[in-house]
């Protein structure tokens, strides 16, 4: 279905969840530009809150995410008070300034703490910021998964839920540090519909050890038994010398570029033919599902939690190494827990890096997420037009983008290069093989 042209992703490139990428966030922003942010948000601006939990009761060694040991239960408990705390300061910040739409809880593993916590947080959060109107989004792990969570999820208002699947051939979850089998998985899906959750995601990857297409065939066939409304196919990205745990992955049981080519467009076809839409370039929803619509109608967004349909712009985080994102800014919250926890003990937000966006910035964040969203971006009045088409003249030759005067259009097989050419429109961007993950 794809063509393989292996020039033309060579280049390790970002994920595209901002621009500019956390590859250009830098000390210097602090509590004082987060609530300049805060008091410029008017009374009806579409407002979401993003509330990170970095636990998990188990640490699988592909994770990047900023998460440690819930092995502890004073070190949760320490850590939910400053957060509680955090949500006091911003929520008066505020002062019930802005439309709540969505709450998302990411991780590590929301379910890492308990089900009673979880309903006091929620709690917190309605209190500070009012109720979200369009509910809340939830990742979970399914191995600490139980029915009791299940049921708070729908109390609370959940409606989207995301289940960090990955695989479910058994040699290749040993090799990653995520054992789960298949009934789990299935156990979790029936007691989150009893609970009333309509749409519910599988994160899936390829290009993990000892992964063949057959092991990625057979796990994608068995997911989609199991009817997920939809589907993340991500390619592991392996950068051991940023992520430690990844160490214990050996590289010579990685999948070479070819295979990995193979098995996402092997992914793709397999998800398109089943009726999933293809959203993006790594999501597959149902016909009937929000993220089809919401593609469909134009309305397709990016942020840090992938592709969504949320339409809010301004994203508050929360937690740490939560990023904020308002159309002049990105700030993220202190990373570790500890330095987290002692800035709001003084009564601080806990901003301590990120990047003002200059106009150029926003310009062309729009335009790469106009890109990777639709297929389509105008340049128009772009001062380094011809610097770009330039850069894009390859992608041209092959076939996978055309221009119509100063307007870009992906060719309907650029799904595998899209961020390798959203990248040629990114002025900070310089080949750098060990920050970034393959482009495909």
Known sequence: MWKY??????????????????????DGPDAGDMDDALQAIGADTPVSLYVHIPYCHEICWYCGCNTGAASRAGRVDAYLESLHREIEIVGRALAGRGRLSRISFGGGSPNAISPAQFIHLCEALRSAFGAASDGLSVEIDPRSFTHEWAGVLGAMGARRVSLGVQTLAAHVQSAIGRVQPAQ????????????????????????????SLRDLDETLTAAMAMGP????????????????????????????????????????RILVEAGYVPIGFDHFAAASDPLTSAARCGLLRRNFQGF??????????????????????????????????????AGLMPVSRGVMRSADDQLRGHAIETLLCTG???????????????????????GLL???????????????????????LDRYRQPDARRFSNAI
């Open 5 to 26: 042209h292996p020039a033309l992703l060579d280049a390790p490139v970002p994920r595209y969840t901002s621009y500019p990428t956390a590859a250009e966030f830098h």
């Open 229 to 268: 409304d939809r589907i993340a196919l991500f390619g592991y990205a392996h950068v051991p010398h940023l992520i430690p745990r990844q160490r214990r992955i050996h590289s010579g049981l990685l999948p070479n570029p070819v295979m990995r080519f193979m098995q996402a467009s092997l992914g793709h």
């Open 184 to 211: 789990m998985i299935a156990q979790a899906m029936l007691w989150l519909r009893a609970a009333g959750i309509y749409s519910i995601n599988f994160d899936l990857m390829y290009g993990l050890p000892e992964q």
């Open 308 to 345: 969504t349909d949320d339409p809010a712009e301004t994203v508050i985080g929360l937690g740490a190494s939560a990023i904020s994102a308002f159309p002049d800014r990105l700030l993220q919250n202190e990373k570790n827990a500890g330095r987290y926890r002692m800035k709001i003990s």
């Open 376 to 398: 389509i971006a105008s340049l128009a009045g772009w001062s380094d037009i011809a610097g770009i088409r330039a850069r894009l003249t390859p992608f041209a030759n092959a």
């Open 402 to 424: 055309s221009w119509d005067k100063e307007t870009l259009q992906l060719a309907t097989d650029a799904t595998p290069y899209a961020r390798a050419i959203a990248a040629c």
